[in-house]
């Protein structure tokens, strides 16, 4: 009998550990399918009206906050190296530097929410809501009535924004709860090299709201870059 | 008893960017570090390519086109290296491609709907 049946990580209703630990993957990759399903019903909703009101949308898009939206993706494509590297390390049997870097992507994801939260703030601040009651007073009205664009649409953009942004907020606080999650099981050594899949599935979950955002940035802040309109 | 499908193999931490026994192994390939900052590069840049590129607006109508483009190919990059796809199992790979497939199939079927309702015919 080798080592990979006798693992006190080894579940019991598993043969070895590589069984183990490709049931784990296939079942977090199976998960991360109906993410993608999920994510591409807004996606697709989100292409039709920027195919129908291409102008409204890009004039929208140009008032978002393209230098937090920068910075907010810097920071997770370096949270998703730092994830990357956690596994690396848990796979040596290096604590210190799974720890580390554990901590580190949860302190880069904890900076994106902040970022985010600021970002909100200044959007609530200008009146960039989709509410027609409160986007009467904001510059975005002004400038879209002057350029004989129709608000409603430009509305609508906002709603989208709001919704694909919000929805992929909520999955980057879940991902940082299970990262907190896998601190925890860090500090308790309870992720010895044989259970590095532990960290491996939780990294599936980071890196593919990683690569949501890397749509979302150009969907959202990118579409009306070239316009001379808005905060530029 | 142990899965006849699968390789036992030791505990034992691997060099860097070695497999310790195939794709079932415990332990499986360890991602060499300059090779995970090179894709970390990579992705960045591409990103700051997509701003310039759309800042500039060269490309016009094909912008939006283009940008799809290059966050494909990011996501690529993602899924492949930082997602070990690459040294995935067979059916970890096929779900991956099933998940892309069959978004392949609801843009198809309602664009075709969507994109040709204003259309006149004859």
């Known amino acids: ?232 | 008893m142990a899965n006849p499908h699968t390789t036992p193999a030791t505990a034992t931490p691997p060099a860097a960017g070695h497999d310790t026994h195939g794709g079932h192994g415990v332990i499986g390939h360890v991602d060499s570090p300059g090779l995970l900052f090179v894709v970390f590069l990579v992705v960045i840049g591409l990103f700051a390519a997509n701003v310039a590129m759309s800042t500039s607006g060269a490309l016009g109508k094909y912008t939006l086109f283009a940008q799809l483009a290059i966050g494909a190919v990011q996501a690529t990059f993602v899924g492949l290296y930082f997602m070990h796809l690459r040294h995935g199992d067979k059916v970890v790979v096929l779900t991956a491609l099933a998940s892309v497939f069959w978004m392949g199939i609801l843009f198809v079927l309602f664009m075709s709907d969507y994109m040709t309702r204003n259309r006149v015919m004859g």
């Open chain 1, 1 to 232: 009998m080798s080592a990979s049946t006798h693992s006190p990580v080894l579940k019991h209703h598993f043969g070895d550990l590589g069984q183990q630990h490709a049931s784990e993957r296939l079942g977090m990759w199976m998960f991360l399918a109906t993410e993608v399903l999920f994510f591409a019903g807004l996606f697709g909703a989100y292409a039709c009206y920027r195919l129908w009101y291409a102008s409204e949308f890009e004039f929208a898009s140009a008032f978002m906050n393209l230098k937090i939206a920068s910075i907010n993706t810097v920071l997770l494509v370096t949270s998703s190296l730092t994830m990357t590297l956690a596994i690396r390390a848990a796979k040596l049997g290096n604590k210190s530097g799974l720890y580390t870097h554990l901590l580190l992507t949860f302190a880069l994801g904890t900076g994106f929410m902040v970022l985010k939260g600021f970002e909100y703030a200044h959007d609530f601040h200008e009146s960039y809501l989709p509410g027609e009651g409160t986007f009467v007073h904001s510059n975005m009205q002004t400038e879209a009535v002057a350029r004989g664009l129709d608000t409603g649409k430009v509305r609508l953009f906002l709603c989208f924004y709001y919704i694909m942004t919000g929805i992929h907020g909520i999955h980057i606080v879940i991902g940082l709860g299970c990262i907190l999650w896998l601190v925890q099981q860090a500090y308790a050594n309870k992720i010895p090299p044989e259970n590095y899949s532990t960290v491996e599935v939780v990294s599936l979950y980071w890196h593919l709201v990683d690569a949501i955002w890397l749509f979302l940035m150009p969907l959202l802040y990118l579409a009306g870059a070239h316009l001379k309109v808005g905060p530029h």
